[in-house]
């Protein structure tokens, strides 16, 4: 029904930027809140930032003045702007979206695959 697709990971530098999308397609009625998430091995899954539908933001205080989150609605993405990379930046990225399709009234939750960052010289 919803697929949530990202890109944008990759190899960078100690200090580097990379920015990463998320685009959400299928039977997409409404989208509200929209987030990044990162996991390394053996390790929980941690929120990095979300944004809701009217645009507020928050940030794990490990990404603060570094990371920015922000969305196009219009394409139905959101995207993730990473500044200052540090190797424990180093991760398998994750966007979700709470999403509502057009046979649901409340919004279900959506994982996309994952982008990997590596962030090493």
């Given at each position: ?41 053996g390790k ?42 540090k190797p ?6 994750y966007c ?26």
């Amino acid at each position: 029904q919803v697929q949530l697709v990202e890109s944008g990971g990759g190899l960078v530098q100690p200090g580097g930027s990379l920015r990463l999308s998320c685009v959400a397609s299928g039977n997409i009625r409404s989208i509200y809140a929209m987030g990044w998430y990162r996991q390394v091995p053996g390790k929980p899954r941690d929120l990095v930032a979300i944004i809701t539908s009217g645009g507020s933001t928050n940030y794990a205080d490990f990404v603060k003045g570094r990371f920015t989150i922000s969305r196009d609605d219009a394409k139905n993405t959101v995207y993730l702007l990473m500044n200052s990379l540090k190797p424990e930046d180093t991760a398998v990225y994750y966007c979700s979206g709470a999403i509502a399709t057009l046979h649901t009234i409340a919004p279900n939750n959506y994982w996309g695959q994952g982008t990997q960052v590596t962030v090493s010289s």
